[in-house]
């Protein structure tokens, strides 16, 4: 799982490099890069891994170990947005991001946006059919873009 997590570096579907953080796109990566990409890995897990959704002591790195296509369906929707996030590019386009996972894992997963998981140098952009299925409110910034009946408008 880890190794999918790290192809967000670079945007490639394959793991590559050190630890599967990437080999870099427009540099050859150093040591500070690699460790850098270790720790937002570890930042990653440790703010949308199993022990902030799961009632049991579940635990981040038994589950960093994994294999992606062991996990269910809301497990890996929730390693796809932490490859989204683990790159911190700055923006972010979240597609109907929620489908398949469950309600505790969409309750962890609004809670970290919303709480750090994103920086104020990043722009999340989400698409959903549900108001209440976005992280913030107006009071935290957010501009809505509403398409109704082929019109849209902003709110």
């Not at 398949?100 to 952009?125: D, F, I, N, P, T």
Request: aromatic content about 8%.
């Amino acid at each position: 799982m880890r190794d999918v997590v790290g192809t967000g570096f670079d945007g490639v579907y394959v793991p590559r490099g050190v630890d599967s953080v990437g080999t870099g796109v427009m540099h050859e990566l150093t040591q500070q890069d690699i460790d850098w990409r270790r720790m937002r890995i570890d930042l990653v897990l440790q703010g949308l891994g199993p022990s902030n959704w799961l009632a049991s002591s579940a635990s981040n790195t038994e589950f960093s170990k994994s294999n992606f296509v062991d996990l269910s369906v809301g497990e890996q929707r929730m390693v796809l947005l932490m490859r989204a996030l683990v790159g911190e590019p700055r923006l972010i386009l979240l597609d109907e991001v929620w489908s398949g996972m469950e309600e505790a894992m969409v309750l962890a997963a609004r809670k970290y946006l919303r709480e750090g998981g994103v920086s104020e140098q990043q722009a999340v952009v989400v698409i959903t059919h549900w108001e209440h299925e976005v992280p913030w409110t107006k009071e935290d910034g957010l501009k809505q873009f509403i398409l109704e009946k082929g019109v849209g408008s902003t709110r």
